[in-house]
């Protein structure tokens, strides 16, 4: 038995929308991570699917939502954004308990650390960041009238809305004094630019929600559960917070590839989506010190939901994020002068 699947049940399912599906089926758990469970399904024939739903247990509300990230899936297919074939969404909750969907698998690697990171050949490291630029400036120029997105969510002051939205998660979640993340939140709102226009963001667009090839093509996007329509620098400015170089001081989620050798700096992925995209990045010092910001209330929430016992284990990355969490505020405390 794998946790969090109805065997005959969901066998039963897929049959019914894959031709000549050969049964029994083999579930295992790809990823289970601090979000979305995510399976690889393999029939008789070999041949493979990829299944998500919630994780066990207790769900936030209004997160998770598989009907919103199926929504965003199916939208997408015919456009130019890399993303799998969806085969279909369930929300029958006698099937597996909870919504979920299948998409084709597509063959990928996750560079989550420095030992994936060598499954990129070292000759095509220096491909990964122009390909994630190119990936995220499709995201960007999405036409949200013909895919049918123009109503996904609000358009208008982005920043402003994920500004009081995180300083919100932080202050209830928190059971620590920081003000720098107010003093932060305080410089960051006083100073948020112009947003000139709207278009589909991923909300968490990194590396690592990617499936890469070993020639550092982007083979698929993932993970849409947050996507939405605002700022598209915002997005750029979260691939930076992530994104980490070899001199860097801290890694915020303990590891990550791209400290290995060959992979671009944040200063040429910035240079690469101005190139590519045409827009001005004039102002990508204040979306690297708010995406910085943002991350590390993230982190602070996701650190005291498993001390709140949302695991029995905590795992080691999670073990650092009260440090990373500080690390974050006083990166973007330095890039705002404050």
């Not at 303990?254 to 045409?278: I, K, M, P, W």
């Amino acid at each position: 038995m794998v946790k969090g699947i109805e065997e005959k049940p969901l066998t039963e399912w897929l049959t019914a929308r894959v031709e000549n599906l050969d049964s029994p089926l083999k579930f295992e758990l790809i990823t289970g991570g601090h979000s979305n469970l995510t399976y690889k399904v393999t029939d008789g024939d070999g041949r493979k699917w990829v299944l998500r739903r919630p994780p066990l247990g207790h769900v936030l509300e209004g997160a998770h939502d598989m009907v919103r990230e199926h929504r965003l899936l199916s939208s997408l297919n015919d456009s130019d954004v890399p993303v799998p074939s969806v085969v279909g969404l369930c929300t029958d909750s006698t099937v597996n308990g909870a919504d979920f969907y299948v998409t084709e698998f597509v063959e990928g690697h996750v560079l989550r650390d420095q030992g994936s990171a060598s499954e990129v050949d070292a000759d095509r490291r220096s491909e990964v960041g122009p390909e994630l630029i190119k990936a995220l400036a499709a995201i960007h120029s999405v036409d949200l009238e013909a895919t049918s997105l123009a109503d996904l969510g609000k358009r208008e002051d982005y920043v402003a809305r994920q500004l009081r939205t995180w300083l919100r998660q932080f202050n209830a979640m928190t059971s620590r004094d920081l003000p720098l993340i107010e003093r932060v939140h305080d410089a960051l709102s006083a100073q948020v630019p112009e947003q000139r226009e709207a278009t589909l963001i991923h909300g968490d667009f990194r590396l690592d929600n990617c499936l890469v090839s070993t020639q550092g093509e982007v083979a698929a996007v993932l993970d849409w559960e947050i996507s939405t329509l605002g700022d598209p620098l915002a997005d750029l400015g979260i691939l930076l917070a992530y994104w980490s170089e070899p001199d860097d001081t801290f890694l915020p989620l303990g590891d990550a590839a791209t400290v290995h050798g060959g992979f671009s700096s944040r200063e040429q992925l910035v240079s690469e989506y101005g190139r590519v995209t045409g827009r001005d990045t004039s102002d990508m010092d204040f979306f690297f010190a708010f995406a910085s910001w943002r991350l590390a209330c993230i982190l602070e929430g996701v650190h005291a939901r498993y001390v709140g016992g949302a695991n029995v284990e905590i795992p080691d990355e999670v073990e650092i994020f009260p440090h990373s969490v500080v690390h974050l505020a006083e990166r973007a405390a330095r890039i705002m002068g404050v």
